[in-house]
């Protein structure tokens, strides 16, 4: 069964450090999401991407986060300068259309 | 009001045993809706979505009323392996893929 493929499983980084966490979308859908989820709290939306391009962004994501799609398959999240409080499980979703498929996640921690 | 709200549980229950949850929504515009279900650490997995006919998957049954906005989720025979968190999970309106969460309902089902 197809799956989308997260790397790294689990990432730690300093203070005012760039992260890149990677995903490798299912093959033949066309709608790719970023969500995080602090540890206790529920999963929230952070940003989709559809046709090379954003769709629709919310509030947390600002100007320290950007995404890329670099070629055809992988599909990037990058923290410019990462604070205490990006800590987090990063999940990347795909979809055809309806529902999202997650991957496993990144567990984020900045110290 | 929030966006969408679940009773958080938790809910423990025997094997064998229908358990029902339920779930409202703020937003009358939202046209997709979601049950996910996860399971502690791990990322939230697709169970059904949900339609305004109502539909069953084999031991679940979801149900869509949109004049209450209101979701709910039967689970009969219950299982050991249905111990998991189960979140609602709607579309933030109209034809935005913005999935929003609601903040899950605990179930564990005791042998």
């Known amino acids: 069964e197809p799956e989308v493929t997260q790397t790294p499983s689990h990432q730690v980084t300093q203070m005012g450090q760039e992260v890149i966490l990677r995903c490798v979308p299912i093959s033949n859908h066309l709608y790719f999401y970023w969500y995080r989820q602090i540890l206790g709290q529920k999963v929230e939306f952070l940003v989709s991407f559809y046709n090379n391009e954003i769709s629709e962004k919310s509030e947390i994501f600002d100007d320290q986060f950007s995404v890329e799609r670099p070629d055809g398959s992988n599909f990037t999240l990058k923290i410019r300068s990462t604070k205490l409080e990006d800590s987090a499980m990063y999940f990347c979703a795909s979809s055809p259309r309806g529902g999202a498929f997650f991957g496993q996640g990144t567990r984020l921690t900045v110290v | 009001r929030k966006e969408v709200e679940q009773d958080p549980g938790p809910f423990n229950v025997p094997e064998g045993a229908t358990v029902a949850f339920n779930c409202t929504y703020s937003?009358?515009?939202?046209?997709?809706f979601f049950w996910y279900r996860q399971d502690c650490r791990k990322e939230p997995k697709l169970l059904m979505s949900v339609y305004s006919s109502g539909n069953e998957d084999g031991r679940f049954t979801a149900q869509l009323n949109r004049a209450s906005q209101y979701i709910s989720l039967l689970i009969r025979d219950s299982k050991l392996s249905d111990s998991a968190t189960y979140l609602c999970v709607v579309n933030k309106g109209g034809s935005a893929r913005q999935l929003t969460f609601g903040s899950g309902t605990q179930l564990t089902v005791l042998p």
């Open positions: 937003n009358s515009a939202s046209q997709s």
